[in-house]
């Protein structure tokens, strides 16, 4: 019963280039959560998504970040004409709905993204 | 708005001491309060919580309580294990709609020595 799946486990990228960052959630699950850790910050909240749907985006920046989580494959964190602020840990989470989410909420290893 | 503040790691303990890890909290309503613990190489888990004042949240020998009246969540355990080494989080949200956002501490790294 494999967890939740993030790749690349690091990406390297170049400013100005883009990021793409992929999240494949538990098995029978259909909400997904994008969370990012900035160097000696905690884990803040970008964005909430259900299949197709963009629940909450409050967290995520307005410019060069998008998510989307289509009815076929991964949940997807792109991140247009990277900065060097964005070098930064992403983690996904997922759950199987909005009851006793944080109970059954599992998060992926992470993705480190680096921005020379 | 909410935040998690908790003590500054890393952390090195021999096996078999005590563990505290301290947190402490803001927050504008009446949050749950969760610890989140990251093995080596893995995603974040949920260790414990605890969703009212005075409750204790157990799990694996680590206890919690929520103190309301301190707003803290201070994870303990009598006698660690090598095995215990990892990164700890204590987190918190709110309830109802919004309570699938999460708001982290900056994590807490614990290096168990034999």
């Known amino acids: 019963n494999a967890g939740v799946m993030q790749n690349p486990r690091h990406l390297v990228r170049r400013r100005g280039q883009e990021a793409r960052l992929r999240c494949s959630p538990m098995k029978g699950h259909s909400h997904v959560y994008w969370y990012r850790q900035l160097p000696e910050e905690g884990l803040k909240f970008m964005v909430y998504l259900q299949k197709e749907n963009i629940i909450d985006e409050s967290g995520m920046p307005k410019e060069r970040f998008s998510a989307e989580f289509p009815k076929e494959g991964p949940s997807i964190l792109r991140i247009q004409q990277v900065v060097r602020g964005d070098s930064a840990a992403y983690f996904c989470?997922?759950?199987?709905?909005?009851?006793?989410?944080?109970?059954?909420?599992?998060f992926g290893s992470g993705t480190q993204l680096s921005v020379l | 708005g909410n935040s998690v503040t908790q003590m500054e790691g890393p952390v090195t303990l021999s096996e078999e001491a005590f563990l505290t890890i301290n947190c402490t909290y803001t927050a504008t309503g009446y949050p749950s309060l969760f610890w989140y613990v990251q093995y080596p190489g893995e995603g974040l888990q949920l260790l414990l919580k605890a969703t009212k004042a005075d409750d204790k949240g157990s799990n694996k020998g680590f206890e919690a309580t929520y103190r309301k009246e301190t707003t803290s969540f201070h994870l303990e355990k009598g006698s660690v294990q090598v095995s215990d080494s990892a990164v700890y989080f204590c987190?918190?949200?709110?309830?109802?709609?919004?309570?699938?956002?999460?708001?982290f501490g900056k994590g807490t790294k614990l290096s168990v020595i034999p």
């Open positions: 987190a918190l949200s709110d309830r109802g709609a919004g309570s699938y956002q999460l708001t």
């Open positions: 989470a997922s759950s199987p709905g909005l009851t006793d989410t944080n109970e059954k909420l599992f």
